[in-house]
């Protein structure tokens, strides 16, 4: 499904170092800036959260055995690497139905699955004792809006699968969801974690279901479910196929060629954040106090920018960057998605912060991206 040449970029990027964001993150972090502490570095707070983890989700002593299905895409990969820093290498098992990367496959295990194929799944848990699963394999807004039956067997039986499969075997399951849960009627700015839904795409319809589905097995079974409604993610890994994506392209353009065209308005404004936030928001998420969490579902995010925004902070690294905007179908979902997302409830319960803002996230792109742009410059002469 993916083109070959996203997946020789991806290659790219799996050789890559984790993506981190600096200024007030890497005071906050270790001196080295790194996205991830290893487990023997964490400290007060944390290591109580990795110790607790490491006993509760079953009966397993040590740290969790983790899957990550659709982990070749753009979260997966360095979800996988963050959560191989915390645990160690052979406790996240990567899965995905496509082939990975020499490089991939050398970081640690890497197996088929096809969130299609419960028996096949069923296989996996049993024979790798796993305890959390993190559901990462979906066809994003734009990628399902172009193949709706596709859209629903991947992102809604899919969801079927493993939420009954963390049922049978009482795992912990994280299941992403969207600032696409929300739509035309939703308020916008700004959207609070609790109100009206009723998107308009599939890939929002399905993300609506697998939240609901997930609260109804936690109080109904008591399955241990956990849901972020995530914003833009950005990261210089290609993103695949949503409508925030944009925001990635305008980096590699202007490293690239001096010349970005957006498809969305100038003055469409989506709430982001950068990858170094969305992983660490997962990670504190899943290790949280089960009383900490009010809630099986909160939205979480960072900033909102417009694409006018976003270019007028890279003139300063890309002075003579021009951007040209046409917008085509993309725009349509993008208005009805909120601009401005209330996170005030996974900050209020379980001490979400991010640290990574707008002036900061496009020095790390910069860097991050151009590092990537240099790669690839032999490869064209
Ligand atoms: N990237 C973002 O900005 C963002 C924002 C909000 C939520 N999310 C959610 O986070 C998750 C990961 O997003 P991403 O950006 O990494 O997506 P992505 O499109 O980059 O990767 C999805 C992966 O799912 C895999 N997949 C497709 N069909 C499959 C199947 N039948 N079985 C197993 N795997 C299959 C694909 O091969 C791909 O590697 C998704 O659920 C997405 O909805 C992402």
């Known amino acids: 499904m993916l083109s070959r040449a996203v997946r020789a970029v991806r290659g790219l990027a799996a050789a890559a ?163 696409g849960s929300f739509g035309p009627d939703s308020p916008r700015n700004p959207t609070p974690n609790v109100t009206v839904q009723r998107p308009r795409t599939i ?32 990261s210089s890994d290609p993103p695949g196929g949503g409508t925030t994506d944009y925001a990635v392209f305008m980096f590699y353009e202007a490293l690239r060629t001096g010349r970005f065209e957006c498809y969305l308005r100038p003055d469409t404004r989506l709430p982001m954040m950068h990858i170094s936030d969305c992983l660490r928001s997962l990670w504190e998420f899943m290790t949280a106090p089960t009383d900490r969490l009010h809630r099986r579902v909160y939205n979480v995010t960072a900033m909102s920018f417009t694409p006018e925004e976003l270019a007028g902070e890279l003139r300063k690294y890309v002075p003579e960057l021009e951007v040209t905007y046409r917008p085509d179908s993309r725009q349509l979902i993008a208005d009805s998605w909120p601009q401005v997302f209330d996170d005030s409830e996974a900050r209020a319960d379980w001490g979400w912060r991010h640290q990574c803002n707008l002036s900061q996230l496009v020095e790390t792109m910069v860097q991050e991206v151009g590092a990537q742009v240099k790669r690839e410059k032999p490869a064209d002469n």
């Open 203 to 234: 890939y929002g319809v399905s993300k609506v279901h697998a939240e609901l589905l997930g609260e109804y097995y936690h109080h109904r079974f008591g399955l241990d479910f956990r849901c972020l409604r995530f914003p833009g993610v950005i």
């Open 17 to 179: 170092p984790a993506p981190s964001c600096p200024g007030e993150a890497s005071s906050r972090m270790t001196a080295t800036r790194r996205l991830a502490p290893a487990a023997s570095e964490l400290g007060g707070e944390q290591h109580r959260r990795h110790r607790s983890t490491a006993s509760s989700p079953t009966d397993s002593q040590g740290p969790p055995k983790i899957l990550i299905t659709g982990s070749l895409g753009q979260l997966g990969l360095e979800m996988a690497r963050f959560l191989r820093r915390v645990y160690g290498q052979d406790s996240v098992l990567m899965s995905d139905i496509i082939k990975a990367s020499r490089d991939v496959a050398e970081e640690g295990p890497y197996i088929f699955a096809d969130i299609l194929d419960f028996k096949g799944l069923q296989e996996i848990v049993v024979t790798h004792r796993v305890d959390w699963i993190i559901h990462f394999s979906a066809l994003l807004s734009a990628v399902g809006e172009q193949n709706v039956p596709l859209a629903v067997r991947v992102n809604i039986e899919g969801v079927h699968n493993v939420i009954e499969l963390a049922k049978q075997y009482k795992l912990r399951l994280f299941v992403p969801s969207t600032i």
